[in-house]
C-alpha cells in the first residue's frame, strides 16, 4: 500500500508560483510512475506531468516550459514547480503513482492523493 500526502496549493495572483509537494509512504519500492494531475472546476481530470523511476519526464505540451515535475527519492517526495500561472490553472492537483508498465490513462494509476487546491486570481 502507498500513501500520498499533496501540500502546497493556495491562493496566488496571475504570473505568480507555487511548487507542490507529495509526501509518499508505505511500499514505495514497487511504484513505476508518479504524476501529477489536476481537475479544474466543473471538468474532468487531466494530466499535467509525470516522471519514472529513472527521472524520465513527460509534459502536457500546453504546459512545457511552465511547470516542473521532479523528485526526490531521498526524501520519497514529489514536487511540481509551476511558474508564470495562468487563471485557467486554477484547479484541484492530485498526485498519483502505479505499479504498471504501461500507462495511458488515469484508471492505470493504483494510488491517488487528496488533492491540494490551487487558485490563481486574474
Known amino acids: 500500500q502507498v500513501h500520498l500526502v499533496e501540500s502546497g496549493g493556495g491562493l496566488v495572483q496571475a504570473g505568480g508560483s507555487l511548487r507542490l509537494s507529495c509526501a509518499a509512504s508505505?511500499?514505495?519500492?514497487?511504484?513505476?510512475?508518479m504524476a501529477w494531475y489536476r481537475q479544474p472546476p466543473g471538468k474532468e481530470r487531466e494530466l499535467v506531468a509525470l516522471?519514472?523511476?529513472?527521472?524520465?519526464?513527460n509534459y502536457v505540451d500546453s504546459l512545457k516550459g511552465r511547470f516542473t515535475i521532479s523528485r526526490d527519492n531521498a526524501k520519497n517526495t514529489l514536487y511540481l514547480q509551476m511558474n508564470s500561472l495562468k487563471p485557467e490553472d486554477t484547479a484541484m492537483y492530485y498526485c498519483?503513482?502505479?505499479?504498471?508498465?504501461?500507462?495511458?490513462?488515469?484508471?492505470?494509476?493504483?494510488?491517488w492523493g487528496q488533492g491540494t487546491q490551487v487558485t490563481v486570481s486574474s
Open positions: 516522471i519514472s523511476s529513472g527521472g524520465s519526464t
Open positions: 498519483a503513482a502505479t505499479r504498471a508498465k504501461v500507462i495511458t490513462k488515469a484508471a492505470d494509476y493504483d494510488y
Open positions: 508505505g511500499s514505495l519500492f514497487s511504484i513505476n510512475v
